[in-house]
Structure formats: C-alpha cells, structure tokens
C-alpha cells in the first residue's frame, strides 16, 4: 500500500462548481498534512497546511481525519486559475522528509 | 528576498559526462532535500540532509551524489552512472519541525 493515495483524476469542472479532493494515509503516526499546487511544468508551491480542526482559507477548506486516517480538500466557486494538480502531502516526525502523493489533476473549464 | 535558487533552469548532458546541478537557500533552513519528477509522475526523494556534513539516501540515491559542507548549499551530482538522468529536479528546504517544505524553481536535465 502506497504511503499517500489520491485519486489521480482528472477532474474537469465547469467554472463556479464545487470539488472535493480526497486523499489516504497509511502510517498512523504522521503529525503533519499539507495540500500543495502544482502548475504545469513548475515547482509545487504550499496551499495550505491541514488542521485537525479543520480549516478554510477563503474558497479552500481542509480536512482531516484521523481516525480514518483521511484528509480531504474542498474547493468552492472553482475558477479557471485553480486549473492545477494538487498533491496531499503528510509529514511523520521533526525534519524528516514529506510524504507527496502523486496528485490529482483538476481542470477548470469556462 | 528570502527564497530557495535552483540553477541552472536547464541543463544538457552528454553521455558519460557528471553533471552539477545547483541549490542555495538564505532561509537559514537546516534540512534540504532533492526530488526527481518524470513527466505525470510524482515526485522521488533522491537524498537529504537534516543538517551540515550530514545527508542520507532517499528512494533513489543510485546514479547520484550529494555533498553539505555549508547549511546555505546542498549541491546535487547526476553522475554517469545514472542511466536515464532527464528529468525535473526540485531542490525544496525546511526550517522548523513539523513545517512545509519550501521549493526551488527547478532545473530541467537532458541528455544530447
């Protein structure tokens, strides 16, 4: 079993429309989540980091699970700029180094 | 601008040659790690280092060297031993524990 599963997609949307990301984890004891974007031939860059509260940063909201070990991303009212692959990503301890899943594609279309 | 420099952006190899690709960060991060990305793949960790003189093997350290004499320097050696080098490599650093990863703009390797 893969460390980190997401469905790979794609997933094509129209504009405005909601879509959820979901992603798995196998090792239980992670500590840390983080959604990342990645543009077509560029450098991932942080979305935001997952909280065990949830969290939301304007149209973005994070979830996590723990106890299913599952962590999800909601995107609303999609634009064509969030056209991108988005990697879930876990952390186990201190500095070692992040897990990446391998992505879903989203593509927003007008 | 505090950041993370990945140089050069594009880089070609001749067969048998060792090539040195570049990554500096002024972030003051201890830990720096290296990735390969192949085309709609994911990213491969290569190597790491958690701290200065230190680095360890990550998935596929074959075919590749490292070195971290300097916490600002993490240089990578695609050495001739690795067959199949054209890729894109991300170098990424990390301060606290527990935070995100920052990354570098890439280098894109090809062989002629």
């Known amino acids: 079993r893969k460390e980190v599963e997401q469905d790979p997609g794609p997933f094509n949307v129209p504009e405005g429309a909601t879509v959820a990301f979901n992603c798995t984890y196998s090792?239980?004891?992670?500590?840390?989540f983080f959604w990342y974007r990645q543009d077509c031939r560029k450098e991932p860059k942080l979305l935001m980091s997952?909280?065990?509260s949830g969290n939301e940063d304007g149209r973005f909201t994070a979830q996590l699970n723990r106890a299913s070990q599952y962590i999800s991303l909601l995107i609303r009212d999609s634009k064509l700029s969030d056209s991108a692959t988005y990697l879930c990503v876990v952390s186990h301890s201190g500095n070692t180094p992040l897990v990446f899943g391998k992505g879903t594609r989203l593509s927003v279309i007008a | 601008d505090g950041g993370i420099t990945q140089s050069p952006k594009y880089l070609f190899r001749k067969e048998g040659q060792n090539v040195t690709l570049s990554c500096e960060q002024n972030l003051n991060h201890d830990a720096m790690y290296w990735y390969r990305q192949d085309p709609g793949q994911g990213l491969r960790l290569i190597y790491y280092s958690q701290i200065v003189n230190d680095f360890q093997k990550g998935d596929i350290a074959e075919g590749y060297s490292v070195s971290r004499e300097k916490k600002e320097s993490f240089p990578l050696t695609v050495t001739s031993a690795q067959k199949n080098p054209t890729a894109f490599y991300l170098c990424?650093?990390?301060?606290?524990?527990?935070?995100?990863?920052?990354f570098g703009d890439g280098t894109r390797l090809s062989i002629l």
């Open positions: 990424a650093s990390k301060g606290q524990v527990n935070q995100p990863q920052h």
């Open positions: 090792n239980s004891a992670s500590q840390s």
């Open positions: 997952v909280y065990s």
